[in-house]
């Protein structure tokens, strides 16, 4: 084996992890929750609550800021770290929208609101 075929891992100084946190994401947590970095929080104007909605045909959560509770609406809650968690387990359910493992993925940030293609 040559030396040059080994690239070497700088994970303490990637890039990469600069670009997540200034990246809005949500992760789809396997118990059936959302978990939104706290970039994606200051996109939805830091609220205490949020309103979820699905796109069926095109496999889109869309995720709006709320003024206040709602029936529509479910607490934002800061959880360790800079994470933020929605409880999501009925609208998973309601929309029988299966996450076998934790999965992370970019929202698209548009008129205020978050998009997230599964």
Excluded at 29 to 47: D, F, H, I, T, W
Excluded at 62 to 70: D, F, G, S
Aim: net charge neutral.
């Amino acid at each position: 084996m040559n030396e040059e075929d080994w690239e070497v891992f700088d994970g303490y100084h990637h890039k990469a992890d600069k670009k997540r946190a200034d990246t809005p994401s949500v992760t789809l947590l396997q118990k059936g929750n959302l978990s939104l970095n706290e970039r994606a929080v200051q996109v939805l104007g830091n609220p205490a609550y949020v309103a979820l909605a699905y796109d069926r045909a095109r496999q889109i959560i869309r995720i709006r800021a709320m003024p206040e509770h709602t029936e529509q609406s479910t607490p934002l809650r800061k959880v360790a770290g800079k994470s933020y968690n929605v409880a999501a387990i009925a609208f998973m359910r309601y929309f029988d929208i299966r996450i076998g493992t934790t999965q992370r993925y970019e929202a698209e940030e548009r008129d205020g609101m978050l998009y997230v293609t599964l």
